[in-house]
């Protein structure tokens, strides 16, 4: 398990991170976005628990068929944010979820080497032919190789 350090470098994207009681982090991001509606997210890398906090700085006229600016963009993006830190903060100091460890590496399988019969004098490396002998070179050959690496009876 890696539990986050102030050392660690945060993803470019968060804004906020708090620390969970068992070492999993809350980030809070808030997504550059076009459009009428933002939002600012806090997710938990413990449980993966997320809270969307939406902004809009507009919202229908009168009318019912206009948009109409209602407030400034940067005050509903604070609101937002500040919405989103105080649950992230409640949620850190009570979350038990450990974070998720890495996925461990693949282990290599080291490649066969196939038996191709008592009259080969092929030179065989890590499952591969790097020189092959002059009975090897027909098709007939190769077909009772494939079958005999298959488990199928051949010759």
Same mark, same amino acid.
């Given at each position: 398990? @890696?539990?986050? @350090?102030?050392?660690?470098?945060?993803? *470019? *994207?968060?804004?906020?991170r708090y620390l969970t009681v068992a070492g999993a982090t809350v980030d809070i991001t808030a997504p550059v976005a076009s459009g009428r509606?933002?939002?600012?997210?806090?997710?938990? !890398?413990g449980c993966t628990t997320t809270r969307d906090y939406e902004w809009a700085t507009y919202r229908w006229g009168q009318d019912s068929r206009?948009?109409? #600016?209602? %407030? $400034?963009? !940067?005050?509903?993006?604070? $609101?937002? #944010?500040?919405d989103a830190r105080g649950w992230a903060q #409640?949620?850190? *100091?009570?979350?038990?979820?450990l974070?998720?460890? /890495?996925?461990?590496?693949?282990?290599?399988? /080291?490649?066969p080497v196939p038996d191709p019969g008592e009259d080969c004098r092929c030179?065989? %490396?890590g499952g591969i032919c790097v020189e092959t002998c002059p009975g090897h070179t027909t098709?007939?050959?190769m077909s009772r190789l494939l079958a005999r690496l298959n488990g199928r009876a051949g010759r």
């Amino acid at each position: 398990m @890696s539990i986050a @350090s102030p050392a660690q470098a945060w993803p *470019e *994207e968060v804004i906020a991170r708090y620390l969970t009681v068992a070492g999993a982090t809350v980030d809070i991001t808030a997504p550059v976005a076009s459009g009428r509606y933002q939002r600012a997210v806090a997710a938990c !890398t413990g449980c993966t628990t997320t809270r969307d906090y939406e902004w809009a700085t507009y919202r229908w006229g009168q009318d019912s068929r206009t948009w109409v #600016e209602f %407030r $400034d963009a !940067t005050t509903a993006r604070l $609101d937002a #944010e500040k919405d989103a830190r105080g649950w992230a903060q #409640e949620h850190a *100091e009570h979350c038990r979820a450990l974070p998720m460890p /890495p996925a461990p590496a693949p282990v290599p399988v /080291p490649a066969p080497v196939p038996d191709p019969g008592e009259d080969c004098r092929c030179v065989w %490396r890590g499952g591969i032919c790097v020189e092959t002998c002059p009975g090897h070179t027909t098709d007939a050959w190769m077909s009772r190789l494939l079958a005999r690496l298959n488990g199928r009876a051949g010759r």
